[in-house]
């Protein structure tokens, strides 16, 4: 299998020699570089523990050059969460005004921490998912949360994703209802788990107003069926089951299962008859039902403290973060 992206290139095979034959292939068509081994790949550190069975992914380097380039802002010491915990600490369009040179950084250190968050960290996803939210307007509170971020970066620098072993996959949903304090919409968190190591995750507030815990979970599951789909339909051209394991030849493939903690917004999802609670509800969100119905995706229930997406949907203390990370195969 080759992965492209531009001009950058990635082979992966069974063994040394099916990967040349492929390389050889590529360059009898395009012009090509050979350089061996990946350890760098799009801003990645690619580090192969072959002994382990294990590839990890981590920007160590992109990380070091960010916290050289914000050094003279960021305080001293470092922390162990990224987004401090607590309903008193959460962040609102309010507070003091921010400098001139601090409003002008601002946009593009959230934009240099949401491409972290996206590729190799989704430990800082959610605490960078709220301060994108002020980026046009930011106060004071926002630019101290980011530094925050930055702190905690220190700390954790040579962090990353780790994949190997022999763990099937896992997909988690959550939410966490009217979470935003400026619009009370909530935040849906979701996250799929491959061999140990997160393959797709998202922490991303809710395009409308859910009027209960139910219902943002619902709301939820729509985002999280989206990523199952996309991971099925992958799994399916690789020639792998539900588990991400080899399939056998014209073997079906199986539904793949979504862990949530809401039993309700499990009642609504495996029930097609619509009732007076759910009739309000916009027909985009009834998608992940349908799905349901049609035997692609399987809803069952996981208490909070296993469900490894409870980090996408609010700031938690070091121990259910570090549960979290540990679900995902990020590095505690």
Same mark, same amino acid.
């Given at each position: 299998?080759?992965? *492209? =992206?531009?001009?950058?290139?990635?082979?992966?095979?069974?063994?040394?020699?099916?990967?040349?034959?492929?390389?050889?292939?590529? !360059? /009898?068509?395009?012009?090509?570089?050979?350089?061996?081994?990946?350890?760098?790949?799009?801003?990645? @550190?690619?580090?192969?523990?072959?002994?382990?069975?294990?590839?990890?992914?981590?920007?160590?380097?992109?990380? !070091?050059?960010?916290?050289?380039?914000? !050094?003279?802002?960021?305080?001293?010491?470092?922390?162990?969460?990224? /987004?401090?915990?607590?309903?008193?600490?959460?962040?609102?369009?309010?507070?003091?005004?921010?400098?001139?040179?601090?409003?002008?950084? =601002?946009?593009?250190?959230?934009?240099?921490?949401?491409?972290? !968050?996206?590729?190799?960290?989704?430990? *800082?996803?959610?605490?960078?998912?709220?301060?994108?939210?002020?980026?046009?307007?930011?106060?004071?509170?926002?630019?101290?949360?980011?530094?925050?971020?930055?702190? =905690?970066?220190?700390?954790?620098?040579?962090?990353?994703?780790?994949?190997? $072993?022999?763990?099937?996959?896992?997909?988690?949903?959550?939410?966490?209802?009217? $979470?935003?304090?400026?619009?009370?919409?909530?935040?849906?968190?979701?996250?799929?788990?491959?061999?140990?190591?997160?393959?797709?995750?998202?922490?991303?507030?809710?395009?409308?107003?859910?009027?209960?815990?139910?219902?943002?979970?619902?709301?939820?599951?729509?985002?999280?069926?989206?990523?199952?789909?996309?991971?099925?339909?992958?799994?399916?051209?690789?020639?792998?089951?539900?588990?991400?394991?080899?399939?056998?030849?014209?073997?079906?493939?199986?539904?793949?299962?979504?862990?949530?903690? @809401?039993?309700?917004?499990?009642?609504?999802?495996?029930?097609?008859?619509?009732?007076?609670?759910?009739?309000?509800?916009?027909?985009?969100?009834?998608?992940?039902?349908?799905?349901?119905?049609?035997?692609?995706?399987?809803?069952? =229930?996981?208490?909070?403290?296993? @469900?490894? /997406?409870?980090?996408?949907?609010?700031?938690?203390?070091?121990? $259910?973060? @570090?549960?979290?990370?540990?679900?995902?195969?990020?590095? *505690?």
């Amino acid at each position: 299998m080759a992965a *492209i =992206y531009v001009d950058d290139g990635i082979v992966a095979a069974r063994d040394a020699e099916a990967a040349r034959r492929l390389a050889d292939i590529v !360059a /009898s068509c395009f012009e090509i570089r050979r350089m061996g081994e990946p350890k760098m790949i799009l801003g990645m @550190n690619v580090t192969r523990e072959k002994a382990a069975g294990t590839i990890t992914l981590s920007q160590k380097d992109a990380i !070091a050059a960010l916290l050289e380039m914000y !050094a003279e802002h960021m305080p001293r010491g470092e922390v162990t969460v990224p /987004s401090q915990p607590g309903s008193a600490h959460q962040l609102c369009s309010g507070g003091q005004e921010l400098s001139a040179d601090a409003t002008l950084l =601002y946009p593009s250190l959230v934009g240099s921490l949401q491409h972290l !968050a996206n590729s190799t960290r989704p430990d *800082i996803a959610y605490a960078v998912g709220v301060l994108g939210r002020y980026s046009k307007q930011p106060r004071q509170p926002h630019w101290d949360a980011a530094l925050r971020v930055l702190r =905690y970066l220190r700390g954790t620098q040579s962090r990353g994703i780790t994949y190997g $072993g022999t763990k099937g996959l896992r997909v988690y949903c959550d939410a966490d209802h009217a $979470g935003c304090v400026d619009t009370r919409r909530s935040t849906t968190g979701a996250v799929t788990v491959l061999h140990g190591g997160a393959v797709d995750w998202s922490s991303t507030l809710q395009s409308t107003v859910a009027a209960s815990t139910c219902e943002a979970e619902y709301q939820a599951a729509g985002v999280v069926v989206r990523m199952a789909l996309w991971l099925r339909k992958i799994l399916t051209d690789l020639g792998l089951d539900a588990q991400g394991r080899p399939a056998a030849a014209g073997e079906q493939l199986q539904p793949i299962v979504v862990d949530c903690d @809401n039993q309700g917004a499990i009642a609504l999802l495996n029930n097609p008859a619509s009732t007076r609670r759910s009739k309000h509800i916009d027909i985009i969100h009834h998608f992940a039902r349908d799905r349901v119905e049609q035997g692609q995706v399987e809803f069952k =229930y996981c208490p909070s403290a296993m @469900n490894v /997406s409870d980090c996408f949907t609010k700031s938690l203390g070091p121990t $259910g973060f @570090n549960s979290c990370l540990a679900g995902m195969g990020v590095g *505690i």
